[in-house]
């Protein structure tokens, strides 16, 4: 079995490719916030949370004190030279922080964060760091850092701290009841007289644990939006080139197509009409030498079955140019009409739902085309089929023979040619053709491109 795929361009959308429409990821801490209540609340989001959550307000602060003392301890030792060295460092230490935070959000984000980082150069310690000292991502992970430490480590804590009390006001009757006769006071300045008294705090506590897991589901979305601008690489200019270089295919190919329409059109109104005024003209002249000139009616009759063939040929190359009816009638009258002036039997069972776009119908029709020959020629197939479906928003083909099996792309059967066509509209071909036959050839095209 072999394959060829033509070569596909991906790019970016809400269902499509995990995005929400801006670009940005759909991520699944916000899926969760956007089910009901009740399934959010008994669900593990908010337990997954309230965990980031602690986990992030000890890994900032722990950071933040580290860059605090590396900071201080550079500032007190500029003077020999050696804290210099270490308030260059203050830098770098985004890096392992952001090597962290990356491996953590997996607690509540199932796509995992790359690096965005280039392999530094292998010799020196000194290329090393300034290669890290150079980089964009160097000083993005080294911002995040100070949010982590600064903003959400503190918003976390706040979050963590109203869980707590929340949590507390909940068993607070059996705090009362387990210390009586002793006084407890569960708000500053007012005392619980026993454990009837202390179920409104009961009823505050489950409220504050509702208000507590969203918090912490709108805190750890904006931690980890934050953190996919911030620490996941950068592929705008990439994403730019590859949308770029997408639509100036896209562009050739019209005007490719353009192309062969209008030399089709010359050759229909210019050449191949002066060809049957030739034709004409040479069987008035037989006519009028018939009696008089048997000999010379003799060759006039010859040259014209030569304009004749010559007439055949050019109007074979006009449909293989471009068919008319593929223009009127679309592809599976096109590909029908192959069928007929194909030497092997071919069985067409093409369904589509609508008209495709030009380039797309244009594209299928030749490729099948390609396929049908490459059946003729090499396979010695005694039956070959052919079958369309519009799936996805692709038009996929399929193309199988009963022949010999064995096709390899790279020996030039014009395999490579088609995946190159196909290739014109982010189109793909597969091709299953073991040894002994069959011979399946599956092409994809989106309708879209």
Request: aromatic share 4%; glycine share 10%; hydrophobic share 50%.
């Amino acid at each position: 079995m072999s394959a060829t795929e033509a070569p596909a361009v991906q790019d970016g959308s809400a269902g499509a490719d995990g995005t929400d429409g801006t670009g940005v990821p759909a991520f699944a801490v916000r899926a969760a916030l956007a089910r009901p209540p009740v399934r959010f609340l008994l669900s593990s989001w908010p337990l997954r949370c309230w965990a980031h959550l602690a986990g992030g307000a000890l890994l900032g602060a722990a950071a933040l004190l580290t860059l605090v003392v590396l900071a201080f301890t550079g500032g007190v030792l500029a003077v020999v030279g050696v804290g210099l060295l270490l308030l260059a460092c203050t830098a770098l230490l985004g890096i392992p922080v952001a090597a962290v935070e990356r491996r953590r959000l997996r607690l509540v984000e199932p796509t995992a964060l790359t690096s965005p980082h280039r392999p530094p150069p292998r010799a020196g310690a000194w290329r090393r760091l300034r290669h890290r000292w150079t980089e964009r991502a160097t000083w993005r992970e080294f911002d995040y850092l100070i949010l982590l430490g600064v903003v959400f480590a503190a918003a976390g804590l706040a979050v963590l701290a109203l869980l707590a009390l929340s949590c507390a006001y909940v068993v607070s009757p059996l705090i009362v009841w387990a210390l009586a006769p002793e006084t407890v006071m569960l708000i500053p300045g007012h005392a619980v007289p026993g454990p009837p008294a202390a179920v409104p705090f009961s009823v505050a506590g489950v409220a504050g644990l509702v208000l507590s897991a969203y918090a912490a589901g709108w805190l750890t979305l904006a931690q980890v939006r934050t953190a996919w601008f911030l620490l996941s690489p950068r592929e705008d200019r990439m994403r730019e080139h590859a949308i770029e270089l997408t639509r100036s295919r896209a562009r050739l190919a019209d005007a490719f197509a353009a192309e062969r329409r209008r030399i089709e059109r010359d050759l229909h109104d210019g050449a191949q009409q002066q060809l049957v005024a030739l034709t004409m003209t040479l069987g008035l002249a037989e006519v009028e030498l018939r009696d008089s000139d048997p000999e010379a009616a003799a060759l006039v009759a010859r040259g014209r079955e030569e304009a004749r063939r010559a007439l055949e040929q050019l109007r074979d190359l006009v449909r293989g140019i471009h068919p008319q009816v593929l223009t009127d009638h679309g592809l599976a009258a096109a590909v029908a009409e192959v069928a007929l002036r194909t030497p092997v039997p071919v069985a067409v069972d093409i369904r589509l739902p609508r008209r495709l776009p030009a380039p797309v119908e244009t594209t299928a029709y030749f490729a099948v085309l390609e396929g049908l020959a490459n059946a003729a020629r090499h396979s010695g197939a005694s039956h070959v089929g052919v079958t369309g479906r519009f799936e996805g928003g692709r038009l996929v083909l399929l193309v199988e023979d009963d022949g010999r099996g064995g096709v390899d792309p790279a020996r030039g059967t014009g395999l490579s040619g088609l995946a190159d066509r196909l290739a014109v509209l982010d189109g793909r071909l597969v091709v299953e053709s073991p040894a002994g036959g069959p011979t399946r050839l599956r092409m994809e095209v989106p309708c879209s491109a």
